[in-house]
């Protein structure tokens, strides 16, 4: 008796090898997803930054900060001279195209914006040891230099929101 031999796989061999492809192919795509993520909130960390330093050059030249953060805005300005001619455009959340969290206020009578505090939320959970600042707006009294008022809406112990605030100079 002679057995035949076929070629190729059988339903059961070929049934295990998509099977291990298809777990191979989740775990990568999933690792390209958090490396996303992680670019998204680098950029948005990189974003605050540069806006702080267009902030603290407008304060500079205008003696306070912008009211808000918008490029026509001129407030203590030189006619002429507004937020645009610091950083143009003003960068915006690389996810949602919203723009990003801001607050100014005054810790005196003068109405000036002396005072900020700009945020976001970030994507992932992560340490962030470097200008988070933990900013705590119920130990100090804001007067608000704009229409918003009271304390800034976001304190800064969340871990996920990454927050960058003026400082006591």
């Not at 008796?1 to 031999?5: D, I, N, R, V, Y």
């Given at each position: 008796?002679?057995?035949?031999?076929s070629r190729g796989?059988?339903?059961i061999e070929?049934?295990?090898?998509?099977?291990?492809?298809?777990?191979?192919?989740?775990?990568?795509?999933?690792?390209f997803d958090l490396s996303?993520?992680?670019s998204r909130d680098n950029k948005r960390i990189s974003d605050l930054q540069l806006i702080s330093?267009?902030?603290?050059?407008y304060k500079t030249n205008c003696l306070e900060y912008p009211n808000r953060l918008d490029a026509s805005a001129n407030?203590?300005?030189a006619i002429g001279i507004n937020f645009g001619n610091f950083i143009n455009p003003i960068p915006v959340d690389p996810k949602t195209n919203d723009p990003y969290n801001y607050f100014?206020?005054?810790?005196?009578s003068t109405n000036r914006c002396l005072r900020y505090h700009l945020w976001t939320k970030?994507?992932?959970?992560?340490?962030?040891?470097?200008?988070?600042?933990?900013?705590n707006s119920s130990n100090i009294i804001t007067i608000p230099c704009t229409t918003s008022s009271g304390q800034s809406p976001i304190d800064g112990n969340i871990p996920e929101i990454y927050d960058i605030h003026s400082s006591d100079r």
């Open positions: 008796m002679q057995l035949s031999q796989f059988t339903m070929l049934l295990v090898v998509v099977a291990i492809m298809t777990i191979l192919m989740g775990l990568v795509l999933s690792s996303r993520e992680r330093l267009s902030l603290e050059q407030n203590g300005c100014v206020y005054s810790q005196s970030l994507e992932k959970d992560r340490e962030i040891s470097q200008n988070d600042s933990n900013f």
